[in-house]
């Protein structure tokens, strides 16, 4: 036995590998690429399943769906769309070669035209985010610090864990605009956003007025007051 076949750790106890089921499933797609993507999307629910203890011999329906979120909330949709058609086409294989009783995944719904990743959190309307703009003393550093972050929040839309990952380093200017490097957004994919002038104008207030414009580019942009200057990373993507 080679040591991929005695390291994989969905064997059937057949003795068939996952790794044979996947070439198995993907026989008749002629493109390399197809193929390519085909075993790293299934290589994906391998990932998954592995951290978490599940075997593809035991999975259910339910741990399906929760794959099912886990893919829409990590990639953008047509990327999850793709890995959960993936995985249904695996699952069926396998049925079909005996190695499992039934698809749980063959009646797990994809993704609908407006399907977007759900969250716990109301979004604000603009009268409502002002007025708590409104209420912050920018008299304070750790006021200026609130402002800044907030109004970062309100205009621009990014996300808490976005706005609390930004370092000083990806905070430019491009063509006459302010921008904002986002490194780590939706599908782990970067992107360039514009940063309206009002708001990077109250950024470099709280950059001036805490003496931070001179620290390394690798330096947080937001940090906590209460910890020794600690980025904000974890709270805020917690706490807000």
């Known amino acids: 036995m080679s040591n991929e076949v005695s390291r994989d750790p969905l064997q059937f106890t057949t003795g068939v590998t996952l790794t044979e089921t996947i070439e198995s499933m993907i026989a008749g797609q002629l493109a390399p690429n197809t193929r390519r993507a085909y075993r790293e999307d299934a290589k994906q629910l391998l990932d998954w399943l592995g951290t978490r203890g599940l075997s593809l011999q035991t999975l259910t329906k339910s741990e399906m769906q929760q794959y099912r979120v886990f893919l829409r909330e990590k990639f953008a949709k047509a990327s999850a769309a793709r890995k959960l058609v993936v995985a249904r086409k695996l699952l069926e294989e396998a049925v079909e070669q005996g190695l499992i009783p039934h698809n749980p995944a063959r009646k797990v719904g994809g993704y609908?035209?407006?399907?977007?990743?759900?969250?716990?959190?109301?979004?604000?309307?603009?009268?409502?985010?002002?007025?708590?703009?409104?209420?912050?003393?920018?008299?304070?550093?750790?006021?200026?610090?609130?402002?800044?972050?907030?109004?970062?929040?309100?205009?621009?839309?990014?996300?808490?864990?976005?706005?609390?990952?930004?370092?000083?380093?990806?905070?430019?200017?491009?063509?006459?605009?302010?921008?904002?490097?986002?490194?780590?957004?939706?599908?782990?994919?970067?992107?360039?956003?514009?940063?309206?002038?009002?708001?990077?104008?109250?950024?470099?207030?709280?950059?001036?007025?805490?003496?931070?414009?001179?620290?390394?580019?690798?330096?947080?942009?937001l940090f906590n007051f209460a910890k020794a200057a600690t980025p904000m990373s974890n709270q805020l993507a917690g706490r807000w």
């Open 112 to 221: 609908t035209k407006d399907d977007e990743p759900t969250t716990p959190h109301q979004a604000l309307k603009s009268g409502e985010a002002f007025r708590m703009l409104a209420v912050i003393d920018t008299t304070t550093n750790q006021g200026k610090r609130d402002y800044a972050m907030l109004m970062l929040l309100v205009r621009t839309g990014i996300r808490r864990s976005e706005c609390a990952a930004l370092c000083l380093g990806d905070l430019g200017q491009e063509l006459g605009h302010q921008v904002a490097i986002l490194r780590h957004t939706k599908g782990d994919k970067r992107r360039k956003i514009k940063i309206p002038v009002e708001v990077w104008r109250s950024l470099e207030e709280y950059l001036r007025a805490c003496n931070r414009l001179d620290l390394p580019a690798g330096g947080p942009c």
